[in-house]
């Protein structure tokens, strides 16, 4: 919703202006669809050129992020703690009866719990196979730490391509704007026998190309490459937050004090009260119960 606001806020605020300063808006409409045609086709066939079929798949889904904005909620970092909890207290008072939960997570009776983060097939693995490693006796915790660092590094390089693409569009626009203004003056410059109102109007048309280059580029795309950016940013909290919970498991810490650790590295707007996530944990016992 706030980035559909903030479209709204664009259009009214640029256009409402324009035509508040007395412009009109007939030589931009006029022009527009001939001008949307150069710069969006250059535009669009530039990104093609520079992506695979994965990567236009890849920028086309993240656009939707800038309205829908992060994944998880506030909740769900709730619901990934319990889990942890219930996977690690079960890890450490039967070990042979973790195996069936992190070899088959889709069948698992504690992952079935919480179905949003289960549905999630990189926080499953990312939770399965640490605490699938934790299980083979690792001499140094570094070891595993340094791997799940690495892991979520490549992760988080591979969920940013749709923003570097996105800014890489914002960084062409305006340049492609001018090769469709210098286009119109060209076009302009062969009728220069015209009435000066006729060039006018023909000069107009050429410099909207100029203008809904720039407009595109610090209008939207640019916005929209930050906004995924952030967002995408936001989302990687959430498996670093796996990584910190199962990280202090594999030193031996309290199942308590890993799940405190995880909850003091949720981010703020998103982390779950002291009291809150007792009462959830309470909740969670009694489940497995």
Not at 253 to 279: D, K, M, W, Y
Request: charged share 20%.
């Amino acid at each position: 919703m706030i980035g559909i606001v903030g479209i709204v806020i664009i259009f009214v605020m640029v256009f409402g202006g324009y035509i508040a300063a007395g412009g009109k808006l007939g030589i931009i409409l006029k022009s527009l669809p001939y001008e949307m045609a150069m710069i969006g086709g250059a535009a669009a066939g530039a990104f093609t050129i520079s992506n695979d079929m994965a990567g236009i798949k890849h920028t086309m889904k993240d656009m939707g992020k800038v309205f829908k904005g992060p994944s998880w909620k506030h909740h769900d970092y709730r619901d990934l703690l319990c889990l942890l909890f219930e996977l690690i207290r079960l890890g450490r008072a039967n070990a042979v009866g973790l195996e069936e939960h992190i070899e088959d997570p889709e069948n698992s009776s504690i992952f079935q719990r919480y179905e949003k983060i289960a549905a999630d097939k990189e926080a499953t693995a990312l939770i399965c196979d640490t605490l699938r490693s934790a299980s083979m006796n690792y001499d140094d915790p570094h070891q595993v730490e340094e791997v799940l660092e690495k892991r979520m590094e490549a992760n988080l390089h591979h969920a940013l391509h749709g923003s570097h693409q996105l800014q890489a569009l914002a960084d062409g626009l305006p340049a492609l704007g001018i090769v469709a203004a210098v286009l119109g003056v060209i076009k302009t410059m062969g009728s220069i026998d015209q009435p000066p109102e006729i060039l006018g109007k023909m000069i107009g048309g050429a410099l909207v190309g100029t203008f809904l280059g720039v407009f595109l580029a610090y209008g939207f795309f640019g916005p929209f490459a930050s906004k995924v950016k952030n967002v995408v940013e936001e989302d990687a909290h959430f498996y670093q937050l796996i990584r910190e919970v199962l990280v202090a498991n594999l030193h031996n810490h309290a199942t308590n004090i890993c799940i405190e650790v995880g909850r003091q590295n949720t981010p703020g707007h998103s982390r779950p009260s002291f009291t809150e996530l007792e009462e959830a944990l309470k909740e969670a016992k009694q489940a497995a119960a």
